[in-house]
C-alpha cells in the first residue's frame, strides 16, 4: 500500500496560537472547534483529490499535549507549538496520578473529538490525537535529564509512576474511544492503519535517548500492559528510536509498527536503519514514512511487499507538490 504521511492534525494552527498569549499558560477554555474546522475540511477535500491506497484520518490534535495536560503538565504556548512544561519537583509526597473524568482537558477533548464526528459525517474516520506515552509523560514532568538520572536515583519511584501514567493512558484512550464510530466497519490509529476493532497509536519519542536495556526494564512493561487491553496499535517510532524495535518485536500481540525514516533531518543513515527495518518487516506488519521519492523508490525496489505500506512524507501546512501527486498516481491503485 502507498499514500502520503502528512498528518494535517498535529501541527499547531496559526488561529489557534493567535488567540492565546505567548508565553503564557493555555487554558482548556480558549481551544474551540471553530479553531480547526475549517482547516480539517480544506485537508479532507485536498485529501479527496489525490491518488491512495491509505485512508487519511483526522483527529483534534493540533499540538495540543493531551495526555501531558490531563496528568498535570502546564501546557504553554510558544512560537509554532504548545508545550507540555515540568510539574514534578520531587517524588516525595506526590499525589498519586489517576485518570479524573471531570478533568477539563479530558472533557474539553472529548468536546472536539464529538463536534468532528459530526462534521465529519461519515465522509473520514476520526481517531484518537497524539497521545504520548508513559515515558514521555514523564519526561514532560520531570524534564528528560532529571528522568535520565532518575532511572539511577530513584528507580523504585520511576516505575511507580510510570504504572500509574501507564493507568492513564489506557483510561484516556478508553474515555475516548467510545465517541468515535466505526468507519466502514472498522476504526483507523492516527498513523493510518484500518482495523476491524479499536485501534490506538502508542508510542515513546523520548526512547531515542534511552538505551535499549533502560527502556526494557522501564517502558516496555508499560507497553506489553497497553498492547494487551486493546486488540490493534500500530507503535509509532522515528529512525532515531530504531535500537528499540528488538524490545518492541518481544510483544507478541502488538498488531504493527510505524516508523519514520528521517536521515536528513538528524535521523542515522539509512544503511544502519535498514537491516531494523527488514527485520521488523519479517515479523509485523510495517508503515514506513520516507521523506523523499529516492527513498521511497529504493524501498519499493528492495523490501517485499507484504504486510508493507509505504508512506511518503511531506508537510502539513504546505501544498502537495506535482511531483508527489504524479509518483502517487504512478504506484497507488485507488
Request: glycine share 6%; net charge negative; proline share 9%.
Amino acid at each position: 500500500m502507498i499514500g502520503l504521511s502528512w498528518e494535517p492534525d498535529v501541527p499547531p494552527l496559526p488561529d489557534m496560537l493567535a488567540q492565546v498569549e505567548l508565553g503564557k499558560e493555555v487554558s482548556p477554555d480558549q481551544i474551540q472547534p471553530e479553531m480547526f474546522l475549517n482547516w480539517i475540511e480544506q485537508c479532507y477535500r485536498r485529501d479527496c483529490e489525490l491518488k491512495s491506497d491509505i485512508i487519511q484520518s483526522f483527529a483534534p490534535a493540533f499540538g495540543i499535549p493531551w495526555v501531558e495536560a490531563i496528568a498535570g503538565c502546564p501546557v504553554v504556548a510558544h512560537p509554532g507549538s504548545l508545550w507540555a512544561e515540568p510539574c514534578l519537583d520531587s517524588y516525595a509526597n506526590r499525589p498519586r496520578i489517576c485518570l479524573d473524568l471531570d478533568n477539563p482537558w479530558l472533557r474539553k477533548l472529548i468536546e472536539l473529538t464529538r463536534v468532528l464526528v459530526e462534521f465529519a459525517d461519515g465522509r473520514f474516520p476520526v481517531t484518537l490525537p497524539l497521545t504520548r506515552g508513559p515515558l514521555d509523560t514523564l519526561s514532560a514532568m520531570r524534564g528528560p535529564e532529571r528522568m535520565g538520572l532518575d532511572f539511577y536515583d530513584n528507580r523504585d519511584e520511576v516505575l511507580e509512576i510510570l504504572d500509574e501514567l501507564t493507568d492513564l493512558w489506557i483510561g484516556f484512550c478508553e474515555a475516548v474511544l467510545p465517541w468515535i464510530p466505526p468507519f466502514h466497519g472498522g476504526y483507523c490509529t492516527r498513523m493510518k492503519m484500518w482495523a476491524p476493532g479499536h485501534a490506538v497509536t502508542p508510542q515513546n519519542d523520548i526512547s531515542s535517548i534511552v538505551s535499549a536495556s533502560m527502556y526494557e526494564e522501564f517502558a516496555l512493561p508499560c507497553d506489553r500492559r497497553i498492547v494487551s487491553r486493546f486488540p490493534y496499535h500500530s507503535f509509532h517510532l522515528h529512525d532515531t528510536e530504531y535500537h528499540q524495535i528488538d524490545g518492541l518485536l518481544k510483544l507478541k500481540e502488538l498488531t504493527a509498527i510505524q516508523l519514520f525514516l528521517q536521515p536528513s533531518s538528524g535521523g542515522p543513515p539509512l544503511e544502519t536503519v535498514m537491516p531494523v527495518v527488514r527485520q521488523a518487516l519479517n515479523s509485523k506488519p510495517l508503515l514506513l514514512g520516507v521523506e523523499d521519492i529516492e527513498t521511497a523508490e529504493w524501498c519499493l525496489n528492495e523490501l517485499p511487499s507484504t504486510g508493507f505500506c509505504l508512506m511518503l512524507s511531506t508537510k502539513a501546512h504546505n501544498p502537495i507538490s506535482e511531483e508527489h501527486k504524479l509518483w502517487l498516481k504512478k504506484h497507488c491503485s485507488f
